[in-house]
């Protein structure tokens, strides 16, 4: 298995910036993909941004594109999520993700990931 702990999150006013790490354990030499998830209050988990372990092809949900950035380090076992341009709506707990079984076509799919971090959460004010 692996295990993902999240960790960054905090309370930034609106227009500024975060960094959110995810430091991976386990068995790291299975990841294909690193995901990050967000879900805000009342809402459902949402699909936010994703990177293969080896390539590092990238993808974002349209809601952060241009303002977020997925990164990974694989010798540090280490994916992050920089966020600038912070909008209240993007409040919500973030959560790192990835599994054996995940594949690139389905890198959104929430149960393509096998393994999930506790989350982070991330608060941005008005």
């Known amino acids: 298995q692996v295990q993902l702990v999240e960790s960054g999150g905090g309370l930034v006013q609106a227009g500024g910036s975060l960094r959110l790490s995810c430091a991976a354990s386990?068995?790291?030499?299975?990841?294909?993909?690193m995901g990050w998830f967000r879900q805000a209050s009342g809402k459902e988990r949402e699909f936010v941004a994703a990177?293969?372990?080896?390539?590092?092809?990238?993808d974002y949900a349209d809601s952060v594109k241009g303002r977020f950035t997925i990164s990974r380090d694989n010798a540090k076992n280490m994916v992050y999520l920089q966020m600038n341009s912070l909008k209240p709506e993007d409040t919500a707990v973030y959560y790192c993700?990835?599994?054996?079984?995940?594949?690139?076509?389905?890198?959104?799919?929430?149960?393509?990931?096998?393994?999930w971090g506790q989350g982070t959460q991330v608060t941005v004010s008005s």
């Open positions: 993700a990835t599994g054996r079984g995940v594949s690139w076509s389905a890198r959104s799919s929430i149960n393509m990931y096998d393994y």
């Open positions: 386990g068995r790291t030499f299975s990841i294909y993909a």
């Open positions: 990177i293969t372990w080896s390539g590092g092809t990238t």
